[in-house]
């Protein structure tokens, strides 16, 4: 497991004891890793949920762009009885681990109030968050109970919000870690991110590789023969290393797919409010994946086509997977 998630998630397991449903499935898993197959028996490990499709902030990489603030918005804010509904599902009794995700998820009023059940439930739980709408009142709330680890996005609009919030859960003594997207043609600014990120109180770092998901902007991807990044990742490691910095840099994307590490189709998915599956973490829910309540719904066609691509290196990778930096590690080394 990632030294990043490592510490906090044993915390969570001591105080927040899973259920005997989620250790048998996380065994299932664990012996499927030896034995892979594109048909699997366990369910997801990890599974993130929309909680809203409202954000506050337009990000022309964001992958999930084009669902983002429509006029029907409302049909996919999840509600208390949504979330438990979800919850109660198959899914959601032998999960592992429950993510918080948007749009911007603190603009859903219940968030709290999910947070509180899913750790009643046992289940490690993450909130992603551009930090803008963290404010005093939430705070205290996140006093009382937090996520077992916050991700903040860090962009270039909202540099003041992330410092805030950043140093007042340094000040709580709360898990958290910092997360921002390099381009290729900003190099430079890979430094300038760890020196911000080391003077506001961040021991977690990732800065994530472009993914050029609606704007095709290939130039800006990083990719392995870059030598300037090669150049720069080692001065990044060094400096790092020496502010006490725990730092994931981009990875960069291979030219031929030699690489194929990614576990996200055997291990997680999205749900959005009203069930409806996305495959992994760059890949928003769609009727095609299909839904929680199907069954096995996670063996359909698109699922079994995307896990093929990994254990046959013969095949070429899904046109989504193309650019994903992912496709080549094991995000959360599970």
């Given at each position: 497991?990632?030294?990043?998630?490592?510490?906090?998630?044993?915390?969570?397991?001591?105080?927040?004891?899973?259920s005997l449903e989620v250790w048998?499935?996380?065994?299932?898993?664990?012996?499927?890793?030896?034995?892979?197959?594109?048909q699997v028996s366990h369910t997801p490990i990890s599974m993130v949920i929309y909680v809203s499709k409202r954000c506050n902030f337009k990000c022309s990489f964001c992958f999930t762009y084009s669902d983002l603030n429509k006029a029907d918005w409302q049909d996919y804010e999840l509600s208390p009885d949504g979330f438990e509904q979800l919850m109660n599902s198959e899914f959601g009794r032998k999960?592992?681990?429950?993510?918080?995700?948007?749009?911007?998820?603190?603009?859903?009023?219940?968030?709290?109030?999910?947070?509180?059940?899913?750790?009643?439930?046992?289940?490690?739980?993450?909130?992603?968050?551009?930090?803008?709408?963290?404010d005093e009142e939430k705070k205290q709330k996140l006093k009382k109970i937090s996520p077992t680890m916050l991700g903040i996005s860090l962009y270039d609009n909202n540099l003041n919000d992330v410092a805030q919030l950043s140093e007042w859960m340094a000040s709580q003594s709360k898990d958290f870690w910092v997360q921002s997207v390099v381009e290729s043609t900003g190099l430079?600014?890979?430094?300038?991110k760890i020196l911000f990120a080391n003077k506001h109180g961040v021991k977690n770092l990732i800065l994530s590789n472009y993914h050029p998901s609606y704007s095709h902007e290939k130039e800006k991807v990083i990719f392995a023969d870059n030598n300037e990044f090669k150049k720069i990742s080692k001065e990044a490691r060094t400096l790092a290393s020496q502010l006490g910095m725990q730092l994931t840099l981009p990875n960069p994307i291979q030219r031929e797919y030699k690489i194929r590490s990614c576990t996200m189709a055997f291990n997680y998915v999205h749900v959005d409010?009203?069930?409806?599956?996305?495959?992994?973490?760059?890949?928003?829910?769609?009727?095609?994946?299909?839904?929680?309540?199907?069954?096995?719904?996670?063996?359909?066609?698109?699922?079994?086509?995307?896990?093929?691509?990994?254990?046959?290196?013969?095949?070429?990778?899904?046109s989504e997977c193309a650019y994903c930096e992912n496709f080549s590690r094991d995000l959360y080394s599970l």
């Open positions: 497991m990632d030294k990043m998630i490592l510490k906090p998630t044993l915390k969570s397991l001591i105080f927040n004891t899973p048998t499935n996380l065994f299932r898993y664990g012996v499927s890793r030896f034995r892979p197959s594109v999960v592992l681990r429950v993510g918080f995700l948007g749009g911007e998820p603190f603009m859903n009023p219940y968030l709290f109030d999910f947070l509180e059940s899913a750790h009643r439930k046992g289940k490690i739980t993450t909130i992603v968050t551009n930090a803008s709408l963290v430079e600014k890979i430094k300038e409010a009203k069930g409806v599956l996305g495959p992994c973490c760059f890949r928003a829910p769609k009727e095609e994946y299909g839904s929680i309540y199907e069954s096995n719904s996670w063996n359909n066609e698109p699922h079994l086509k995307l896990r093929e691509t990994f254990l046959n290196s013969k095949l070429e990778p899904l």
